[in-house]
């Protein structure tokens, strides 16, 4: 009997396993949806174990709110979204999984030393007296 490589589903190569663990929900890749699992935070670090079993870390610089906490601020948090992300309700921060795997920092709000004047609030110019 000669097996055909070539025939879409087959068994014998590499990608007809592959089609038929996939349509009984074995995936060989990475999760595209990761969850975390558990989290600890120190006092340079924010670490996630994730369900699928990789561990990111993160710099605590990266959240400038974490940085500036308290110990106990940044101890309090919960997970949330079934773990796709963390909540730290003392600061109101929030850092998702995907920010933590793409590398995203978390942006410093921009500070106005003098406070915006919006051209309605403006005074209009004084003409110039003659005489």
């Known amino acids: 009997m000669e097996l ?19 349509r009984h929900g074995v995936s060989t890749a990475p999760s595209s949806d990761p ?24 710099p605590l610089a990266w959240s400038w709110r974490l940085s500036e906490a308290t110990p106990a601020q940044r101890a309090n948090f919960r997970l949330i979204g079934t ?6 309700p003392d600061v109101d921060e929030d850092i998702s999984v995907d920010g933590m795997l793409h590398g995203t920092p978390a942006p410093r709000p921009i500070t106005r030393k003098q406070p915006l004047v919006r051209d309605a609030d ?10």
């Open 4 to 22: 055909n490589a070539e025939r879409q589903g087959d068994s014998g190569t590499l990608s007809g396993a592959l089609h038929q663990w996939s």
């Open 35 to 58: 969850r975390i699992q558990e989290v600890r935070v120190t006092r340079d670090l924010i670490t996630a174990h994730l369900f699928d079993g990789r561990v990111i870390s993160v």
């Open 83 to 88: 773990g796709q992300g963390i909540h730290w």
């Open 122 to 131: 403006r005074k209009p110019a004084r003409k110039p007296r003659r005489g």
